[in-house]
């Protein structure tokens, strides 16, 4: 990779990743909303071009003459998290933007597209085909996420562009500033509410900002072409766990009340999160543990919460 594209570079990953990519000497031509370019305006090495997704499709004309681009990545994507995860509107429209900016990197001859898929993808499958199974509404992010992961692929391979796919793991470290459920979980303890979870059985994987950015720089780098790959800590454990040591973090006395909120889902298997097909084809692995992590991410959330 010498120039790659970006869509959503100004979010926690986009911009993390956009470091990662300069790091490694690598021009970046970054996709963002009007006037919202947050701290990657200050990075070396990057061109920032403005857009609404909805206006992707007229880019070429503003891009073409710029350099030539080999990657794309594209990591936009509206409403992902709150009401809107069961907005169909907005799933359904992301779908469309997908397909849009692939279109795009054609136009564009671009050979490689980094397409960003979720965990919720996993989730959906293995429960919402059931029978009887009743989905919550935020399932349509799920559903939205694997039709745009197939549809992208189909258009991918009709126009020649290489399909690389990353199944994002929970991501957690310092400048996050979403509701995910590292953050959710340290708030709620730091607040001194009652600490209620499900009993936390379900297996979970949470990987820290720093790991996952490297490992959709190897996607770019090394994934193989049709490829779907997840990008985790590669030691999944179960979600009480985590629980125990998010607390440890904070304060071991904190009294933790599993099991009083119900759990509408299913366990995925250790297998769905391991990490071992990512570090065979690219050559990735995990570097921070997550007792390192959470304590990083707990002392940068004291401060920016008092």
């Known amino acids: 990779m010498k120039n790659v594209l970006i869509s959503g570079a100004n979010g926690f990953v986009g911009t993390n ?19 919202n370019a947050g701290n990657i305006m ?35 994507w509206a409403g992902t998290s709150g009401d809107g995860r069961a907005d169909y509107d907005i ?7 997908t397909l849009d900016i692939i279109h795009l990197a054609h136009s564009l001859n671009i050979k490689r597209f980094i397409g960003a898929g979720t965990l919720a993808e996993y989730d959906g499958l293995a ?68 600490a209620s979870f499900t009993a936390g059985e379900q297996n979970y994987d949470f990987v820290y900002i720093s790991d996952f950015v490297k490992g959709l720089y190897l996607l770019g780098k090394n994934g193989k072409k049709n490829c779907e790959y997840f990008i985790g800590s590669g030691k999944p454990r179960k979600l009480k766990e985590y629980i125990l040591s998010i607390r440890n973090a904070i304060d071991e006395n904190i009294e933790l009340f599993m099991g009083e909120i119900p759990f509408n889902g299913v366990s995925l298997g250790c297998d769905k999160l391991s990490t071992l097909k990512l570090e065979r084809d690219t050559g990735y692995k995990a570097e921070v543990d997550f007792d390192e992590g959470i304590s990083q991410t707990v002392e940068w959330l004291r401060k920016i919460n008092n």
């Open 127 to 194: 429960y919402i085909p059931q029978d009887g199974a009743s989905p919550n509404p935020v399932a349509m992010y799920a559903a939205a996420k694997i039709s745009a992961h197939y549809m992208s692929k189909i258009e991918c391979n009709r126009l020649g562009i290489e399909h690389v796919w990353g199944v994002f793991s929970n991501i957690y470290g310092v400048g996050n500033t979403t509701n995910n459920f590292v953050n959710f979980a340290v708030k709620l303890m730091l607040s001194g509410k009652r």
């Open 42 to 76: 200050g990075y070396p090495n990057i061109d920032i071009v403005y857009c609404e997704l909805k206006e992707i499709k007229q880019l070429c004309d503003r891009l073409k003459d710029k350099m030539e681009f080999d990657t794309m990545y594209h990591l936009a």
């Open 91 to 97: 799933q359904c429209d992301n779908i469309k933007y």
């Open 17 to 35: 990743l956009v470091k990662k990519l300069i790091e490694e000497e690598i021009r970046v031509t970054a996709l963002v909303r009007p006037g």
